[in-house]
C-alpha cells in the first residue's frame, strides 16, 4: 500500500527567501511521484513529476524536486519565493495495482509568502 | 491547448436529491478519473474508467455510479444526497498507458444543504 505524508500543513516564507515543501512516501514499488499545486477555487495543476531517470526533476514556475529514495523522499523546493507561489501544494504517488495505476494524495501544504 | 472540461462548475442541490456530474477529457484521452475533494481535505481518488469499463474503484459511496461513453466523456451520479457530500469533485484524464500523467480539470463545486 502506498501513502504520502506532507510535513507541515501550513509554511510561510518571505518573498525572495528558499521555499521548501516536504514530502516523504511509501510505496512497495518503484513509485511515479508528482506534486501539484492547487490556487483558491481552481482545479489541480501539475507542477512537475518523476517517473523514471534523472532524480532531479524540473517544473514549471521555477519549481524542482529531488527523488531520494533513500530517504523516500521528494521535496519541492524553490530558489526564490513569489508572491504569486501563495497556493496549496500537494504531493502524490502513483503506483501500479492491478495493472491500473492508483494515486494517493498527501494532505497538502498551503504556502504562504509574505512581502 | 484543450484541457479537461467539467460541468457545472458550481452545484447546489438538498439533500435527499441527485446530481449528475459531466468530464469531457483531453482529446484522445481514453481513461477518466474521478476525485472528491472534501473542505480542506486532499483529493481521494473515487474511480476510473477505460474504454467505457469500469478500471479501478476507490472510495466510491454506493449512492454514486458513474459511466463513461462512447466519445470518452463520463458522468458521475450521486443520489440520495448527503450534507456529507459536499465537495469539490475533480475529474482527470490520461492515455491508458501513461496513467502517471493525469491531467486535472476544474472540477465541479457540489453544495448539499
Given at each position: 500500500?502506498?501513502?504520502v505524508t506532507q510535513l507541515g500543513?501550513?509554511?510561510?516564507?518571505?518573498?525572495?527567501?528558499?521555499?521548501l515543501l516536504r514530502c516523504n512516501y511509501?510505496?512497495?514499488?518503484?513509485?511515479?511521484l508528482f506534486w501539484?499545486?492547487?490556487?483558491?477555487?481552481?482545479?489541480?495543476?501539475?507542477?512537475?513529476?518523476?517517473?523514471?531517470?534523472?532524480?532531479?526533476?524540473?517544473?514549471?514556475?521555477?519549481?524542482?524536486a529531488?527523488f531520494?529514495?533513500?530517504?523516500t523522499s521528494f521535496h519541492l523546493?524553490?530558489?526564490?519565493?513569489?508572491?504569486?507561489?501563495?497556493?496549496?501544494y500537494f504531493c502524490a504517488v502513483?503506483?501500479?495495482?492491478?495493472?491500473?495505476?492508483?494515486?494517493?494524495f498527501g494532505?497538502g501544504t498551503?504556502?504562504?509568502?509574505?512581502? | 491547448?484543450?484541457?479537461?472540461?467539467?460541468?457545472?462548475?458550481?452545484?447546489?442541490?438538498?439533500?435527499?436529491?441527485?446530481?449528475?456530474?459531466?468530464?469531457?477529457?483531453?482529446?484522445?484521452?481514453?481513461?477518466?478519473?474521478?476525485?472528491?475533494?472534501?473542505?480542506?481535505?486532499?483529493?481521494?481518488?473515487?474511480?476510473?474508467?477505460?474504454?467505457?469499463?469500469?478500471?479501478?474503484?476507490?472510495?466510491?459511496?454506493?449512492?454514486?455510479?458513474?459511466?463513461?461513453?462512447?466519445?470518452?466523456?463520463?458522468?458521475?451520479?450521486?443520489?440520495?444526497?448527503?450534507?456529507?457530500?459536499?465537495?469539490?469533485?475533480?475529474?482527470?484524464?490520461?492515455?491508458?498507458?501513461?496513467?502517471?500523467?493525469?491531467?486535472?480539470?476544474?472540477?465541479?463545486?457540489?453544495?448539499?444543504?
Open positions: 500500500a502506498q501513502s500543513s501550513h509554511v510561510s516564507v518571505s518573498e525572495g527567501a528558499l521555499v511509501s510505496s512497495s514499488v518503484p513509485p511515479y501539484y499545486v492547487q490556487y483558491p477555487n481552481q482545479g489541480l495543476q501539475l507542477l512537475l513529476k518523476y517517473t523514471t531517470g534523472a532524480t532531479l526533476v524540473k517544473g514549471i514556475n521555477g519549481f524542482e529531488e531520494k529514495k533513500s530517504e523546493t524553490k530558489p526564490s519565493a513569489h508572491m504569486s507561489d501563495a497556493a496549496e502513483s503506483e501500479n495495482s492491478g495493472g491500473y495505476q492508483k494515486v494517493t494532505t498551503k504556502l504562504q509568502v509574505i512581502p | 491547448a484543450a484541457g479537461v472540461i467539467q460541468s457545472p462548475r458550481h452545484l447546489i442541490k438538498e439533500k435527499r436529491e441527485t446530481a449528475t456530474l459531466k468530464c469531457y477529457p483531453i482529446p484522445r484521452h481514453d481513461t477518466v478519473y474521478w476525485y472528491q475533494q472534501g473542505p480542506g481535505q486532499d483529493p481521494q481518488f473515487l474511480i476510473s474508467f477505460y474504454e467505457k469499463m469500469q478500471s479501478d474503484k476507490g472510495s466510491i459511496p454506493d449512492r454514486f455510479s458513474a459511466q463513461q461513453f462512447s466519445d470518452y466523456h463520463s458522468e458521475l451520479n450521486m443520489s440520495s444526497l448527503e450534507l456529507g457530500d459536499s465537495a469539490l469533485y475533480f475529474c482527470a484524464s490520461s492515455f491508458r498507458d501513461r496513467p502517471y500523467e493525469q491531467y486535472f480539470g476544474p472540477g465541479t463545486r457540489l453544495t448539499v444543504t
